[in-house]
Every structure is written in C-alpha cells, then in structure tokens.
C-alpha cells in the first residue's frame, strides 16, 4: 500500500480518496452536507442533525464503504484534480510534524489508521472544515450563480457554529466562503479559533473589497490559500463584470495578502472566468497576477443563465478566437507558471481548433443552455396557472 502526500493512498491498484473519512462540507447554507465540492451526494443537514451526528450517520458510511470497495477513479470524476495530483494545498501529511500528543496531532494519527483501516464509524473527528455560513454578498456579479439564493438570505444556524468551534482543536483546515466571508458577522470569531489550535491552516475565497478591515487578525492566523475572485485586469472591465468602482481599493488589498504572503508562503491565486468580453485582457490579466506575486486561476465562466447571458458573455467570434490564442502564445513565452494549474491549457484545447468545430461546439453548448431554460420557464408557468 503506497502512500502519497496525504491526499490518497493506493489499494490494490486503487486511488482511495481520504475526503469521506477527513473532509465535512456545507457548501449551501441551507444547511447540505457533502464529502466535498465536487460530488454532491447529500450526506446529511446541520439544521437537522449535530455535526458528530452526521459525521458517523449511515450516508457517510455508505460513502466511506464504497470508497474503501470501488476506489476514487470509480466512484468520481476522472478530472477529478484531487486524485490527479492537485491540491496539493489540502495535504495532512504535515501532522506529522506538530508536537506528539496535542488533540490535533492524536486525532490525525488515528484518522489515518481508521482510513487505512477502511473503518465506517469512526472515533476520530473531520480533519477538514468547509462551509458557507450565507450567501451574503456585496457585490452584483455578472456569472453569480448565488443572486437567486441570496434574495432567500438563507444562513447556517447558530447551534453549527457553535458545535463547529467545539470541535476546532481537532481541525487540521478552515475553509470558510460564501458570499463574502469578510461579510459574516463571525468572520473575526472564526479567525479567533486559532487561538485554541495555533496549527491550524485556513483558507479563503473572497472579493478582496473588504480586506484592509480585517488585515491585522489575518496577519494573525496561518493560511493554506487565499483566492481572490477578479475577473478583470484593468478598472473599467471591473466594473463591468463586478458592478463595484473600487478598483483602487481592490489593488491596495491584493498588495497587502501578497506581502503577507512573502513571510507565510500560502497559495495565494487571482480567479479569472473568461467571458466574450474580458477575455481581450488575458495577457493583461497574467501579467496582474505575476506582479503580486499569485497564481492566475483561469477557467471559461460555466453557469451561463439563458440564452441573453450566453450570446452576451459566452458566444465567440473567430476574431476573438484567435486573440485568446495569441495571448495564450504570448503567456507561454512571458512566463513560467503557465502549466495546468493555472487552467490555460484547458482553455488553449477549447480554442485552439478550426472554425467550423469551434462554432459547433458553441452551438452545442447554446443548446444545452436553451433547453434547461426552456423547462424552467415552463415549470414558472405552470406554477402561476396552479395558483
């Protein structure tokens, strides 16, 4: 049985992924719980049922036993870039190194042995904390697939958060979103639970807008990753896509997580999703990322909302086409971190091929928008008539 950084080990041939025995997400605050953001499969809801509860309910050892049985490359998606060696960032392995008999380190030793063990109920606790407590916004953007949630102002109940930092000395991560997590009331709270387990890495994804307010309790804490969610590289795009005229005030933020992280060396990422229209600013938008120090994070916007925002934002001239070539040419020579982690390559494959595929490819998607669409209408309709 080889073992690996602490991400997967191999069986028998077989990639075992560690996040039904490691990871507890809620990545909707209405409350679902998941092994992870990539596989969906319900596991539980905290506003039903207490965190230790959950963490050894029937679904998650369903999930630990197929897991144990089938393998990762079976049960998940072969693109997966967990079990095709990315994140690196979430590796526990690192336990190994902290002060033997703290509540950290015993609960990771014996996680480890109970993954190995192919163990279903476990005395160990998640090693791994996700969630968004709301969808809390401050911003308006162009590609939010969570405007519709947000009007609901749904949140995570009182009583998680509490069981959540009841259990934190055992946490080996903190992954807090949203929304905007600088927004949440708790956000400085939540910081704050470093100081019952100092070994303790977080991480975040966020607009940046609110940094400057809160950079003296990060500065504080340890951080596994920051990502800045952009989209732009220069103030009008910005403002475009973002709805927010603080461009300035963004850059001064992004120049103080990149200082920061000179001393703590995070991942530290600036997020693009390439739309018809930003997409003249790839180059542009590297070049950003290479300046303070981040790593570009690039990938075409995917959740397109009907045919208006598809033709507006997701339909591709062979004008275009060709531009984001070039500038994918121009990145590859320019600079050294234009490997797949950064999502250029994928971009490059969906581009780079003669104009008639590339337009059925794009009449292809089109499709796939209209049709759900379509049949959302219909149910809209069919609802105001039931009334």
């Given at each position: 049985?080889?073992?690996?950084?602490?991400?997967?080990?191999?069986k028998?041939g077989?990639?075992i992924?560690?996040?039904?025995?490691t990871?507890?997400?809620v990545n909707?605050?209405d409350?679902?719980?998941?092994m992870?953001?990539?596989?969906?499969k319900?596991?539980g809801?905290?506003?039903?049922?207490?965190?230790e509860?959950?963490?050894?309910g029937?679904?998650y050892?369903?999930m630990?036993r197929?897991?144990?049985e089938e393998?990762?490359e079976k049960?998940c998606s072969p693109?997966?870039?967990?079990l095709n060696?990315g994140k690196?960032?979430?590796?526990?392995?690192?336990?190994?190194?902290i002060?033997k008999?703290?509540?950290l380190?015993?609960?990771a030793?014996?996680?480890e042995e109970?993954?190995r063990a192919?163990?279903?109920?476990?005395?160990s606790?998640?090693r791994?904390m996700?969630?968004?407590?709301?969808?809390?916004?401050n911003?308006?953007?162009y590609?939010?697939?969570q405007?519709?949630?947000?009007?609901?102002n749904i949140?995570?109940?009182a009583k998680?958060i509490?069981?959540l930092?009841?259990?934190?000395?055992?946490?080996q991560?903190?992954f807090?979103?949203g929304?905007?997590?600088?927004?949440f009331?708790?956000?400085s709270?939540?910081?704050?639970?470093?100081?019952?387990?100092?070994?303790?890495?977080?991480?975040?994804?966020?607009?940046?807008?609110?940094i400057?307010?809160?950079i003296?309790?990060?500065?504080k804490?340890?951080w596994?990753f920051?990502a800045?969610?952009?989209d732009?590289?220069?103030?009008?795009?910005?403002?475009?896509?973002r709805?927010?005229?603080n461009?300035?005030?963004?850059?001064?933020n992004?120049?103080?997580?990149s200082?920061?992280?000179?001393d703590?060396r995070?991942?530290?990422?600036l997020?693009?999703t390439?739309n018809?229209?930003n997409?003249?600013e790839?180059?542009?938008?590297v070049r950003?990322?290479?300046?303070?120090?981040a790593?570009?994070k690039?990938?075409?916007?995917?959740?397109?909302?009907?045919i208006?925002?598809?033709?507006k934002?997701l339909?591709?001239?062979n004008q275009?086409?060709k531009h984001i070539?070039?500038?994918l040419?121009?990145?590859?020579?320019?600079?050294s971190f234009?490997?797949?982690?950064t999502g250029?390559?994928?971009?490059?494959r969906?581009f780079d091929?003669r104009i008639?595929?590339?337009?059925?490819?794009q009449?292809?998607a089109?499709t796939k928008?209209?049709?759900?669409?379509?049949?959302k209408?219909?149910?809209?309709?069919?609802l105001?008539v039931?009334?």
């Amino acid at each position: 049985m080889d073992n690996n950084n602490g991400l997967w080990f191999n069986k028998n041939g077989k990639k075992i992924c560690y996040n039904p025995w490691t990871h507890f997400e809620v990545n909707n605050p209405d409350g679902s719980v998941t092994m992870c953001c990539d596989v969906d499969k319900v596991l539980g809801n905290i506003n039903e049922q207490s965190i230790e509860e959950i963490w050894n309910g029937k679904m998650y050892q369903k999930m630990r036993r197929m897991m144990f049985e089938e393998g990762g490359e079976k049960m998940c998606s072969p693109n997966c870039l967990l079990l095709n060696g990315g994140k690196d960032y979430q590796s526990f392995s690192w336990f190994s190194s902290i002060p033997k008999n703290t509540p950290l380190s015993n609960n990771a030793s014996l996680n480890e042995e109970e993954i190995r063990a192919g163990k279903e109920i476990l005395k160990s606790k998640p090693r791994w904390m996700r969630f968004a407590i709301s969808y809390r916004c401050n911003y308006n953007c162009y590609h939010c697939y969570q405007k519709g949630e947000r009007k609901d102002n749904i949140t995570l109940p009182a009583k998680f958060i509490t069981d959540l930092k009841g259990l934190a000395q055992y946490y080996q991560f903190l992954f807090i979103f949203g929304g905007e997590p600088t927004l949440f009331p708790e956000f400085s709270g939540l910081l704050n639970l470093a100081n019952d387990n100092p070994f303790m890495l977080f991480g975040m994804v966020t607009n940046a807008s609110l940094i400057h307010k809160h950079i003296e309790r990060i500065k504080k804490v340890k951080w596994a990753f920051i990502a800045v969610s952009l989209d732009a590289a220069s103030p009008g795009m910005y403002k475009e896509l973002r709805k927010a005229s603080n461009w300035e005030q963004i850059n001064k933020n992004i120049i103080m997580l990149s200082e920061l992280r000179k001393d703590r060396r995070y991942e530290f990422n600036l997020g693009m999703t390439v739309n018809s229209k930003n997409c003249q600013e790839l180059y542009d938008f590297v070049r950003l990322s290479d300046r303070y120090g981040a790593t570009p994070k690039i990938n075409l916007v995917s959740n397109p909302d009907g045919i208006s925002f598809f033709a507006k934002y997701l339909w591709f001239s062979n004008q275009k086409r060709k531009h984001i070539l070039a500038q994918l040419e121009r990145i590859s020579q320019d600079f050294s971190f234009t490997n797949g982690a950064t999502g250029l390559n994928i971009l490059k494959r969906q581009f780079d091929m003669r104009i008639l595929p590339f337009y059925l490819t794009q009449f292809k998607a089109l499709t796939k928008t209209i049709v759900p669409a379509s049949l959302k209408n219909m149910v809209r309709r069919s609802l105001r008539v039931a009334k």
